[in-house]
Nanobody
Framework: VQLQASGGGLVQVGGSLGLSCAAAGLTFSNYVMAWFRQAPGKEREFVAGISRGGGSTDYEDSAKGRFTISRDNARNTVYLQMHSLRPEDTAVYFC??????????????????WGQGTLVTVSS
């Protein structure tokens, strides 16, 4: 399984950014997908998760109303659209995949496959 995250960059406070994660080597529609992030000196934290068919999503509290996770099973890609970005959103963002999870929210230890991360920097 290979996950390739992209789309990170530098954005000003209040701006928007879209992340993509392209998957290969798996039957994508069989996998729960999620985005996590890790800021310097902090633990990796859940940001958003999406079910296999895309019909169910879940968000960390600070992401609700600002971030949207979606997936395109025909393109083997999961997305994270981020709006109203804040300095505290600065982190390396990782996509994750797991074949066996039942829900759309789980800890990082529950995900078997990870992308390499993409850096998002929100400047004030």
């Amino acid at each position: 399984v290979q996950l390739q995250a992209s789309g990170g960059g530098l954005v000003q406070v209040g701006g928007s950014l879209g992340l993509s994660c392209a998957a290969a080597g798996l039957t994508f529609s069989n996998y729960v997908m999620a985005w996590f992030r890790q800021a310097p000196g902090k633990e990796r934290e859940f940001v958003a998760g999406i079910s296999r068919g895309g019909g169910s999503t879940d968000y960390e509290d600070s992401a609700k109303g600002r971030f949207t996770i979606s997936r395109d099973n025909a393109r083997n890609t999961v997305y994270l659209q981020m709006h109203s970005l804040r300095p505290e959103d600065t982190a390396v963002y990782f996509c994750a995949a797991d074949r066996f999870l039942r829900g759309t929210r789980a800890s990082s230890s529950d995900y078997a496959h990870w992308g390499q991360g993409t850096l998002v920097t929100v400047s004030s």
